[in-house]
């Protein structure tokens, strides 16, 4: 049994680590293990470890991380380092990186840099000064390693000191046109994405890569390339409307993006045009918002959430293991078939 608690405690919200250990009636070291998440908690019983996780919670115990950090040298935070705030992939991305970093006692310190070299090159020095211990950066072309340890999600630059997560980009390219031929579609339309954004480039060659492994023809006149600076919807509406105009017949497009296919679907309708009766639309991503769509958008789905969690938990191990660290690690996409995509018309073939 644990000692009564004393009635000499502080306030709450500034209950010590020793008065928590005097409560359970144990070495200050066992339950500072424990609630710090150090790796030598692991050798502690789950039954003890949990007695000290109630003791406090029921004393309103909240670790001091100035302490803490004055004691060790150390601020346990890491900066990130994004495009924008509010896009529908990046958020996704961020709250994976929020919630592992949270659960390992780190804080995290947003700069936003619009694709703009010097607001990169300003921004990261400023959170060198501010002493990260390391970074993550989100849609980020690096154009040179930055001087702590960095997880670059959707990183393509071989930097030293740098870990890319990078999706097989190759590999969603062909489940997606595979789904489309399987449907019967042969003229098809595409969306090439944006110079600025880190995955731009690679997706593009993976799919041209694809589409000639398939025996695909990619018309000239069916490629539009976005170029705007847009996390809305309103990203791909104007292309839309460009390839209509050009009267060239196609069946389905492929945007680059969620995001970029939604804004297509508005364009296609307002033309009274039927998706997928009329045309059948794929998107890239898997956003939020793809389900909820009207029709819900068929997508190539990136486990966003997820390589935010990877990043996060990949920094962590930089900062406090040293040694090596891989270069790259590679994501896997999956096919999610949803309302957007049907038959080509006239085609014998089922959706």
């Keep these: 049994m644990g000692k009564k608690r004393k009635s000499g405690l502080s306030q709450p919200g500034r209950v010590t680590l020793r008065e928590v250990a005097e409560h359970v009636g144990l070495a200050a070291g066992t339950v500072s293990a424990v609630l710090n998440k150090a790796p030598s908690a692991r050798a502690i019983p789950e039954r003890t470890r949990q007695r000290i996780q109630a003791a406090a919670l029921e004393l309103n115990y909240r670790p001091n991380f100035l302490a803490r950090s004055l004691r060790k040298k150390r601020t346990y935070t890491v900066g990130l380092i994004i495009e924008e705030i509010g896009d529908a992939y990046g958020s996704l991305v961020i709250s994976g990186i929020e919630a592992y970093l949270r659960q390992h006692n780190y804080f995290f310190l947003t700069v936003i840099h619009r694709h703009d070299a010097s607001m990169l090159r300003e921004y990261s020095q400023l959170l060198l000064e501010r002493g990260v211990e390391g970074f993550i950066t989100v849609d980020t072309s690096l154009l040179e390693a930055l001087p702590l340890p960095t997880v670059s999600v959707a990183g393509h630059r071989t930097l030293k000191g740098v870990t890319n997560i990078v999706l097989d980009q190759e590999r969603g390219a062909r489940v997606a046109l595979e789904h489309l031929l399987a449907l019967g579609h042969r003229k098809i339309a595409f969306m090439k994405g944006q110079p600025f954004s ?30 705007v600076d847009d996390p809305s919807p309103q990203l791909g ?46 998107g890239f991503d898997d956003i939020q918002w793809a389900a909820f769509n009207t029709p819900s958008l068929t997508t190539v789905r990136q486990p966003l959430r997820k390589m935010g969690e990877i990043a996060a938990e990949t920094v962590i191990s930089m900062i406090e293991q040293s040694g090596k660290h891989p270069g790259e690690i590679a994501i896997e996409p999956t096919l999610v078939v949803r309302e957007s995509t049907g038959s080509a018309p006239g085609s014998s073939a089922r959706s």
Excluded at 221 to 226: A, F, G, S, T
């Design 198 to 227: 880190s995955d731009s480039e690679d997706r593009w060659q993976a799919v041209c890569r694809v589409a000639q492994d398939l025996g695909l023809t990619m018309d000239p006149d069916l490629i539009v390339h976005l170029e």
């Design 237 to 282: 509406y104007p292309y839309a409307k460009q390839l209509l105009a050009r009267k060239k017949p196609f069946t389905a497009l492929f945007a680059y993006n969620d995001i970029s296919a939604i804004g297509a679907i508005r364009a296609m309708q307002e033309e009274g045009l039927r998706v997928p009766q009329d045309i059948t639309v794929m």
